[in-house]
Structure formats: structure tokens, C-alpha cells
């Protein structure tokens, strides 16, 4: 076990900079998840930190190693892939002793270890069969096996549940929350699913093109989103924006959206005629008499909840209610926002205004 | 899949088409056998007509046998088909690795290099080959006709196995590579195990050529202590006289390794395309 830091990391192809000097730092024994939309650097940090990648410049340590030129093999960690990469001509407990073997670890120590790791993941009805003849479900936990038998400072995961269907993902999500539980071994894992960093995150890291956007625990990302990327990344549906400027005559500040007066009289900073983007959960929006007007345009029930989506003056909010009201397409509707609940951003920069 | 019940009719046709393409495809063997085990008069009588109680045999047998040198011929072709198919399968896939697996300058140039070779035939450069082969000495030894092979054999390797092993996964590797393998252990314990169908067909597509070949033996190794099976067999062809029974009886023994050699790898090849095809 050990803690991982990583300070002003750089990855360039030729003259193409795609990692721009990322700085994290983790904990021992901390869940965490990279996220970010596709092509954001996510699996790159996560392959340069697996040593199967090289690093241009900066400095990555495991424990108190500097790791930068280290092979895979010697930096003490273990990887989780997206396909599973489980040795198709290998048993289940070939696949799970393969890594030990090539330690030449003791026969009994690599069976007992192999043992208790199909004990925990369940696997030990199946240790004599080929991956081929096991579930997508399964052939995760052989690849999850396969990390644990080595025991390992740094479990490291790359979208590992990307290839399952979505009850087994809910499923495996769960079983791997509880792994870490129980070994509490420092974890990396990577996703472009928000509601899988959500769920199983200690802490969050939002990457987009190569930039750490936002490091926090899920809820402080989700209650305070530092900027538009991360606000409307995180949460789904994702956050409402809507642009708008600021009005302000002495101590009351206020914004006018679609015939509704939003009072934001409590921050003092905003001021007259100042641009801003007003964030509004679709959780955070209640039905008025004095909101915000807009027709209804799709009506989206999961059966927990309803989420309508409302035309307001050319562009579309969400809005999610878990009573069930009757709503009819073409519905005239008016919305209240929570106004404990408001974020604000800079227009211009997208940054969160405290 | 609503043809997947197929109507008799079609199936029988199918059937007959391939029952008469056998038969052609066979028909010059079974005549080789048949004549093998005829005495001479017979063999020009009736050609056709399966040994009797009359014209049965074994004369071409006992000269080819009694032909002291007939093992050695054996040999030597033995030696030099299994050791070209041993070379180009090692090289082949080894380089068929490189190019697939490493990205490095001149990658892309090195693959247009080597798939060169299979739109150029190698006897082109037999006189070239001969030179070589001169001052380094290998004349007359089946090192000179095991490298050839290899050389003529390497292209279309190459090619085959890259095509292939561009198919096995980077996750499987880099598992490998975390595992603590060697780039060396990733290829022999790994990958090659993955791509064993295409190693297979390669080894079929070059096995009888190797095996069949006359210009080479006959060019590079014609003498008496390394000459192959098929060259071997022309001492029965005189300019004048020919010893058929000899000749065919040679020649039916010529068949039976390499039909060993085809059903070892030809299982391969099934078992891949089957297990690739089910997934």
C-alpha cells in the first residue's frame, strides 16, 4: 500500500502536448476516479502511471520510489482492463498465477494466494476453466483476481465495466466498492461514466484535454462544480445553464429569466450589468406561479421520478420531479429555482464565482 | 438465417460438385498408387485397371529400396522441408511482431520491403543464389537449400502473421507486460500460442513447395550425399530407358510424409477457425 504523487506530469507525441502538466496527489488507500469525456488524457495518465507509457516530463512516485523509469513490472501495481485481457489459453488459475509464476514464487504460497482470491471474488467453482467459457461478468472478476493474487501497492482499473451490460454494471460497481473496502489498497480508476465516479470515487479527478478541470470528493464536485465543464459533466440530467446579466441598484442584485425575478441580493460581489451563466440543477427547480415560463417538451418518466424537459426562450432546461404530476406535451409550465442552490459563473471564463 | 435448413436438392448438389472435384483432384495419385504395385507390362497395357493376381508387383519397391541412397534422399528432404518451415515460422513470425507491435521509422517501408518479395519470384535470382552459394562454400550442403527456402518463404510469412497479429489485443500484452514478461516472453508465450491457425497455414502454403522441389536441389545440392527425395527419383528417368515401376513407386513413398505433415498442421488450421469463428 502506498500513496501516489504526481507532480507537473507531461505527455507529448512529437510536438503534440496532450497531458499539460497534471499535479495529484493520492492518499494511501484512496478510492480514485479519473473522469473526463472521451479523448481527455484519462487512460494516458492512467498507462503512464501503469509504466506502459512513457512520460515526457514531470515525476510520478509509488510509495517513496520515483517510478518514471521503472518498467511495469517492477513498479508494484496491477491493472484491470476494459476487455479483461485474461490469457485466453490459460485456465482461470493459470491466469490468476501467471504474474506470481514469473516471480518464481513458492508452488504452495501461489496456490493459497490464488485460493483465497477465488474465495473472495467467488471464482473458485470455476478455476479449471477457459475464459471462453465464462460470463462477461466472471471473466471481470478473473481479471479483478488476477490483481489481487499480486497484491500490489496500486490497483489500477481502466473503464473495467465498459463491456458489461448495465444490471451487471450496477452489480460489479457495487462488488468492486466493496473490495476496496475490504482491502483498502490505493486505487486509480478510470471512467467516462459520471455516475460511476459518483458512486464509487473517495475522490474525483475531472480531466478535459489534458487539464485537471476540478479534484474533489464526488459531493463537493457535484455541490460546487469549479466551472461550466465540470458543472455540466457531473449530474445527470446535467445542470441547467442559462446566460444572463446582473442588475443591481444599491444592496439588492437581481437577474430577470423568462418573466421570473431571481433575487441575489446575497452576493455582494456581483455587479451592475455583469455577465453571467446561471447554473440550476434540474433537481433544484420546483414548480411556481412566478417562475420561470417555458412549455413542456418531452416528458421522461423512470418511474422514481419525472423528468420533463421545458422549452424556455429558445433552449431547453430539465427539470425533474418525483411527484407525479399529469404533464401534456405543448403544457404551459412556470419554474421556481431553489435559491440556496444557485451556482453562478463568469460568462466569459466559465469559472465559478464564489 | 432462413437458409439455414437447406433443401435436400441443394445439398446434394453441393455433395456432387465436391465429390467430383475429389475425384479429379485425386485421380493422378490413385493412378500413381495403382501402377505403383504393376509389373511393368501391365503398368503400359492397362493403366487403369487396379492390380490383379497377374500383374501385382513389388519390383519398383524393391529396386527403390534396394537403392541404398533412397533413405538418405528421404532424409535430406526431410531435413531440409522441416528445417525452412522451422526458420520461416521463427523469423517470419519474429519479424511479423516487429513490424506489427513497435512503431519505429522506416516501419511502414520495411513491410512494403518484405511484402516485395512475394510479387517477386526467387529463381529469378538463381544464378545470383548459385554465386553466393559458391564462394560461401555451401554448395552441396542442405544448409544452401534450407536458407533459400527460408528466404523464398519469409515474404508471404510475414505478411500473414503481421495481418494476425495486429488482431491480438494491446490490453493482452500490456497484461503481460505488467505481469513482468520480456518483450521476448510476450511473443513466445503470449502471442505466438494466439496466432498458432496462422502459423499453420503459412506452414502449409510453404511445406510442398519446399518438399516438391526440383530447381533448386538440382541447382545448389545435386550431389549424391544431399540430394532430395524428388531429384533422387530422376535416377529412374533415363534419356532412354525409364524404370516406371521404380519411379512411381518413388513416388507414391514421396507422398506419405508430407501427407503426415498436412494432417498435424491442417488440424491446427481447423481447430483456429472454428474456436475464432464461435469467439
Known amino acids: 500500500m502506498a500513496e501516489v504523487t504526481i507532480r507537473d506530469l507531461r505527455k507529448s507525441y512529437g510536438a503534440i502536448e496532450v497531458i499539460h502538466g497534471l499535479d495529484i496527489d493520492i492518499a494511501d488507500g484512496e478510492f480514485v476516479v479519473l473522469v473526463g469525456p472521451s479523448g481527455c488524457g484519462k487512460s494516458t495518465l492512467l498507462r503512464m502511471i501503469a509504466g506502459l507509457e512513457g512520460i515526457s516530463s514531470g515525476k510520478i512516485s509509488i510509495g517513496d520510489r520515483v517510478v518514471n523509469n521503472l518498467p511495469p513490472a517492477e513498479r508494484d501495481i496491477a491493472m484491470v482492463f476494459q476487455n479483461y485481457a485474461l490469457y485466453p489459453h490459460k485456465t482461470v488459475a493459470a491466469n490468476m498465477a501467471f504474474a506470481l509464476r514469473m516471480k518464481r514464487m513458492d508452488k504452495a504460497e501461489i496456490e493459497t494466494r490464488v485460493a483465497r482470491a477465488a474465495e473472495v471474488l467467488g471464482l473458485t467453482p470455476y478455476l479449471g476453466r477457459y475464459p471462453r467459457a465464462l460470463s462477461g461478468g466472471q471473466r471481470q472478476r478473473v481479471a479483478m483476481g488476477r490483481a489481487i493474487v499480486r497484491n500490489p501497492q496500486v490497483f489500477l482499473f481502466d473503464e473495467p465495466l465498459s463491456n458489461l451490460d448495465a444490471k451487471l454494471r450496477v452489480q460489479m460497481r457495487t462488488e468492486i466498492r466493496e473490495l476496496h473496502q475490504r482491502l483498502s489498497t490505493t486505487t486509480v480508476y478510470v471512467t467516462h461514466d459520471q455516475i460511476e465516479a459518483m458512486t464509487m470515487a473517495d475522490k474525483i479527478v475531472v480531466l478535459r484535454d489534458g487539464h485537471i478541470e476540478q479534484i474533489g470528493s464526488p459531493l463537493d464536485v457535484y455541490d460546487h462544480p469549479a466551472n461550466t465543464f465540470v458543472a455540466s459533466f457531473i449530474g445527470s440530467p446535467a445542470m441547467n445553464m442559462i446566460d444572463t446579466m446582473v442588475q443591481r441598484n444599491g444592496a439588492e442584485a437581481w437577474v430577470e429569466v423568462e418573466g421570473a425575478h431571481i433575487d441575489l441580493s446575497a452576493r455582494s460581489e456581483l455587479e451592475d450589468r455583469q455577465e453571467i451563466t446561471l447554473g440550476i440543477r434540474p433537481e433544484h427547480l420546483t414548480l411556481s406561479d412566478t417562475g420561470m415560463s417555458g412549455k413542456v417538451l418531452v416528458i421522461e418518466p423512470t418511474g422514481s421520478e419525472i423528468h420533463v424537459v421545458v422549452r424556455m426562450g429558445g433552449k431547453d432546461a430539465t427539470a425533474i420531479f418525483r411527484t407525479r404530476h399529469p404533464f401534456k406535451p405543448g403544457e404551459a409550465i412556470s419554474l421556481t429555482p431553489d435559491p440556496e442552490n444557485i451556482h453562478i459563473f463568469d460568462r466569459e471564463t466559465g469559472q465559478r464565482l464564489t | ?279
Open chain 2, 1 to 279: 438465417m432462413s437458409k439455414a435448413r437447406q433443401s435436400t436438392g441443394a445439398t446434394i448438389a453441393a455433395h456432387a460438385v465436391l465429390i467430383v472435384y475429389t475425384i479429379i483432384a485425386l485421380f493422378p495419385v490413385f493412378v500413381i498408387v495403382i501402377n505403383s504395385f504393376k509389373t511393368r507390362q501391365a503398368i503400359f497395357r492397362e493403366p487403369l485397371t487396379l492390380p490383379d493376381s497377374d500383374s501385382f508387383s513389388l519390383i519398383g519397391y524393391q529396386t527403390v529400396l534396394k537403392q541404398g541412397d533412397f533413405f538418405l534422399y528421404f532424409q535430406n528432404s526431410m531435413i531440409v522441408t522441416v528445417g525452412s518451415l522451422f526458420f520461416i515460422l521463427l523469423f517470419g513470425a519474429m519479424a511479423a511482431f516487429a513490424l506489427a507491435e513497435y512503431r519505429f521509422r522506416g516501419n511502414m517501408l520495411m513491410g512494403l520491403y518484405l511484402a516485395l518479395g512475394i510479387m517477386i519470384p526467387i529463381r529469378i535470382g538463381t544464378v545470383a543464389i548459385l554465386e553466393m552459394m559458391v564462394q560461401t562454400g555451401l554448395v552441396n550442403t542442405l544448409w544452401a537449400l534450407i536458407l533459400v527456402y527460408t528466404a523464398q518463404g519469409l515474404p508471404l510469412a510475414v505478411f500473414i502473421l503481421s495481418a494476425f497479429m495486429k488482431q491480438v489485443s494491446d490490453d493482452l500484452k500490456n497484461a503481460g507486460r505488467i505481469d513482468g514478461l520480456s518483450e521476448y516472453k510476450i511473443f513466445f508465450r503470449l502471442v505466438l500460442p494466439l496466432v498458432r491457425p496462422a502459423m499453420a497455414t503459412v506452414a502449409v502454403f510453404n511445406m510442398i513447395p519446399i518438399w516438391n522441389d526440383l530447381w533448386f536441389p538440382l541447382i545448389l545440392a545435386p550431389s549424391e550425399q544431399t540430394k532430395t527425395l524428388t531429384l533422387g527419383s530422376q535416377v529412374f528417368i533415363g534419356q532412354f530407358v525409364t524404370d516406371w515401376n521404380a519411379v512411381l513407386s518413388a513416388l507414391s513413398l514421396a507422398i506419405l510424409p508430407v501427407m503426415a505433415l498436412y494432417v498435424v498442421f491442417s488440424r491446427q488450421l481447423i481447430r483456429g477457425i472454428t474456436s475464432g469463428a464461435v469467439k
